[in-house]
């Protein structure tokens, strides 16, 4: 599945005397003089992606499609119940019954 992203953030940086952070303001100390925005631009990036994740009608891998009916109708088959639940449930029945 492709998704498109886009995004039209902004980041300023300053110089200053103390290092601080808000939104959309960095302000950095004038001794230090470098910043790594890496952190910055991945949480731009991650905020940019929809959570969630559909593709377009008639769009969908036919392989995966399968893959996951048939992973669904296994679960259903698979499911078996404890003895001591059916008792259960006849008596559950018979109290609707009357």
Known sequence: MEQHVEGNDDIVVRFGNEQDTSDDL????????????????????????????????????????????????????????DPRWDKLKTILNNNKLK
Do not use: K
């Open 26 to 81: 960095v302000i950095i100390d004038e001794r230090i003089g470098m910043i790594d925005l890496s952190w910055l631009i991945y949480e731009q990036i991650a905020l940019a992606i929809p959570i969630q994740h559909t593709h377009n009608d008639g769009q969908c891998n036919p392989g995966m499609t399968a893959y996951i009916i048939n992973d669904e109708t296994q679960n259903t088959e698979d499911q078996t119940t």
